[in-house]
């Protein structure tokens, strides 16, 4: 399975970029309410290295979407985004995990299917109905590459099995949140979205449960990035077996931002 995963990602890119060239290049179809739009803004994540404030943003996010609006209410969008998420015990203020000392960076590619419910009608390139807030959910998947920063270089910490432990690049990501859109200019939109999307990993931090026996390892970083407590001091608290992680079932991640898109309208739109 975990062979497969990155091969059906790299599958399901290139299905949402052949849909976006056949819509494009249907302009029949996009004259049924089709939209396309561009996402920008911010990523944050919840898990072993942010256990307790779920809106605080480490990174930044940009996205691309097709969206179906099928009346002044509901909507289905194929969403694609990239964004990255870190995290670092150093800027911790708790002294537990300032002496635990683990750090990270992850870059997410996600491709997700949203349905979108409008509290009011919206029906751009009208007269009327321009604003709503909304709330949408979904389905989908990420892929997602933890990194650490080791004597100034850059090691992807996935193949260092950093806790014994070999986990997937692809986990599933269910999508959740809400946010405000307004049509300003006939067929133009702008909106302000934020969401959390719910994982089946633990290891979006590469941290999840227990440290690992640092004698067994062959790998030099690999037994440098499992415990960092002594990175300092030679005084490592990675006792084998003992909590690393926090033993949540799962870490979350969130975007945030603001989003700009283009609606194609006709005389036969479902507004009419």
């Known amino acids: 399975m975990g062979h497969r995963c990155p091969q059906l990602l790299i599958e399901l890119m290139y299905r949402f970029l052949l849909i ?36 605080q943003p480490s990174g930044l996010a940009v996205g691309a979407f097709i969206q179906r609006n099928f009346n002044p209410y509901l909507s289905l969008k194929l969403n694609l985004t990239h964004g990255t998420i870190s995290g670092a015990d150093s800027t911790s203020s708790t002294q537990q995990f300032r002496d635990r000392n683990l750090s990270f960076k992850t870059r997410l590619n996600e491709l997700t299917a949203l ?13 009327f109905n321009h604003y709503t807030p909304y709330i949408y959910f979904g389905a989908g998947v990420v892929d997602y590459n ?13 193949p260092l099995m950093t806790e014994g432990a070999a986990y997937s690049n692809i986990a599933l990501a269910i999508p959740y949140g809400a946010g405000f859109k307004y049509n300003f200019n006939s067929s133009w939109n702008v909106g302000l979205s934020f969401g959390y999307r719910y994982t089946r990993t633990d290891y979006l931090d590469d941290v999840s449960g227990a440290y690992a026996d640092r004698s067994t390892f062959t790998n030099p970083v690999a037994k440098a990035l499992s415990d960092r407590s002594g ?22 991640y969130m975007f945030i931002g603001l989003s700009i898109s283009f609606t194609f309208v006709s005389a036969d739109c479902y507004y009419k």
């Open 115 to 127: 349905l979108e419910f409008n509290f009011m009608r919206f029906t751009p390139g009208a007269d």
């Open 231 to 252: 990175e300092k001091t030679g005084v490592y608290l990675g006792v084998p077996g003992t909590q690393r992680g926090d033993y949540r079932g799962y870490d979350n």
């Open 146 to 158: 933890p990194t650490a920063t080791y004597q100034n270089q850059e090691y992807d910490l996935r």
């Open 20 to 55: 976006a060239f056949f819509l494009l290049t249907s302009p029949k179809l996009f004259a049924q309410t089709w939209e396309l739009g561009a996402f920008g803004g911010s990523a944050g994540y919840l898990g072993d290295l942010n256990q307790h404030n779920p809106v």
